[in-house]
């Protein structure tokens, strides 16, 4: 994959949800390709210390306006990629708390952007990246048989979590229109494997699949009760590996304003088909026959319907034309858990 070439005037990041997965690999991908960087890097517990000297950690609770507007306070901000959030799970089990975070937050960061922008009316504007999801399709063609084509399909979300990403795309738009800040909203496809703790996310079980059976641990399926059951083979996944989704997050960065549609600032990453079977076959591919023991199936009602509400492909022409990437194409998701077993032989060995 290429490295892209920041713009030149970007000189401090901030990041929020910067104790995440992703959030994480973000900060260290920048770290290590762009050594004049400097990060201001947020989550609601201050994330590890990083050597250098370019980095400076925050807690903050950003459902407090007060809070967001303190991260503008450690010096000119150039960029930001808002990655905080409470996943699809954790959404539809607490409404409030999810609105809370998901669309109060995420309003609150957005306007301290602007009036932080507002100090500096000669420079350009504040890049703005917004981590939403394909959680905003839904309906008759957003199915797991669907390919979606994003010019063609309505945004009908049917889950709080998509409806709130929807919310916060449209305000990152109009925020970009009225000319305060430079901003995109990329919509993610699942990312795995994911290393660390199980999510609360409904998708977390692809990762699950992998992650603690690879490491002698169960790991439960929830969309059927019986291994033998069809939607195994029949229902389609859409994916990306953490390395792919990282380089095309950052590349969003510095995709010229330019080259955007007039209409709007929402880009699909690209990614890959999957199913359930191609899990479990890595599964044994990486951990033979005993890892595949470490599987059970119990079907959980409300993941299944959120799964049903998720497109297995989409169509990634805009992004294409945009100069995102996409090795997943090559090496499958194959090549997802060979890469994260190679991390976990490195923990091991560290």
């Known amino acids: 994959m290429s490295v892209p070439v920041l713009p030149a005037h970007l000189k401090t990041i901030l990041i929020t949800g910067a104790g995440g997965f992703l959030g994480d690999r973000i900060v260290t991908y920048l770290l290590t390709h762009y050594p004049d960087i400097k990060l201001v890097i947020c989550d609601i517990k201050a994330p590890a210390e990083r050597p250098g000297g370019r980095v400076t950690s925050v807690g903050a609770d950003l459902t407090d306006p007060k809070e967001a507007e303190k991260l503008f306070s450690y010096g000119k901000i150039d960029g930001v990629f808002a990655m905080h959030g409470i996943m699809s799970g954790g959404s539809e089990a607490n409404f409030d708390f999810g609105y809370k975070v998901n669309v109060d937050s995420h309003r609150y960061l957005l306007e301290a952007t602007r009036q932080h922008g507002a100090k500096y009316p000669n420079d350009p504007k504040i890049l703005y990246v917004l981590t939403s999801s394909l959680a905003v399709y839904g309906g008759p063609l957003a199915l797991p048989e669907s390919h979606v084509n994003p010019d063609a399909t309505p945004i009908t979300p049917e889950s709080s979590y998509g409806t709130a990403k929807a919310i916060m795309e449209m305000f990152v738009f109009d925020y970009t229109r009225k000319g305060f800040i430079d901003g995109r909203s990329v919509r993610l496809p699942t990312v795995s494997v994911r290393a660390g703790a199980p ?152």
Request: some cysteine.
């Open 199 to 350: 999510s609360s996310a409904a998708s977390s079980f692809i990762s699950g699949l992998i992650r603690e059976p690879l490491q002698g641990l169960e790991s439960v399926c929830p969309i059927t009760n019986d291994p033998k059951d069809p939607i195994i083979d029949n229902m389609r996944i859409w994916i990306g590996s953490p390395k792919a989704v990282v380089r095309n997050l950052v590349y969003t960065i510095t995709v010229p304003a330019g080259k955007y549609p007039k209409h709007h600032r929402s880009i699909n990453i690209p990614g890959i088909t999957i199913t359930t079977r191609d899990i479990l076959n890595a599964l044994e591919k990486y951990g033979g026959p005993e890892a595949l023991k470490h599987v059970k199936y119990n079907l959980e009602p409300q993941t299944y319907a959120i799964c049903r509400t998720w497109a297995g492909s989409y169509d990634n022409t805009l992004a294409f034309s945009l100069g995102y990437e996409n090795p997943d194409e090559k090496t499958g998701f194959d090549g997802a858990v060979a890469d994260f077993k190679e991390e976990l032989f490195a923990a091991k060995k560290a």
